[in-house]
């Protein structure tokens, strides 16, 4: 979608203007779902108000339209104008304000106080569905792990994995803002990169605005004394 406002912009694209147009009617469509201002088709939240589109590996969706929602935040403040909804319109603030939420919820703020990142915060899972983290590491078992012995010694296991993959984002918790820490639990526990990945971009753009508000406050006069 982005790159389609900045397609529609360019002369030379102007002969598919009407295709460009569809892919962005139905990605500012979703964004609408995303932010509950369509008339009967939101995507639905969780109790604690994550987005939630369906069991396996929701965070997938979650972390992608977070991106999305942080980068056409930025395109309407750039353009000065507001996204129109069938629910209203609205601004880049609330755009983004409501990306950060998200945000917020997969570091913690949600409620089994759990942050779905890996390695971030006070808890966190520790039974990642990863071959890599649940196994013990070469240099300490001096032994050969193949897929039959992983699964067997490894797979079912209560302890927590042996290595902790830190910056994987799992798969989150259901519904209704449950979530089981346990390696076979593979729907809500397996890592995977395309949920990490967004993420990137949406934390890239928190730090610049944190580095903005650092640098507006050094330029603030100093008070005169009395």
Known sequence: MIVNQELLEEEKHKGHRDTLEQYRSKAEYYICSCLNKNNGS???????????????????YVSTAAFLLTIYSDIL????QKLKCHGGSVDYAEMLHFAKSQVDYILGSNPMNMSYLVGYGPKYPTRVHHRGASMVPYRESMGFIGCTQGFDLWYGREEPNPNVVVGAVVGGPDCKDNFMDQRGNYMQTEACTYNTAPLVGVFAKLLQMEDQKSDDSHNQPLAASS
């Open 42 to 60: 939101n995507v639905n939240r969780t109790p604690g108000g994550l987005l939630h589109i369906r069991q396996w590996n929701n965070m997938q």
């Open 77 to 80: 403040r750039n353009s000065t």
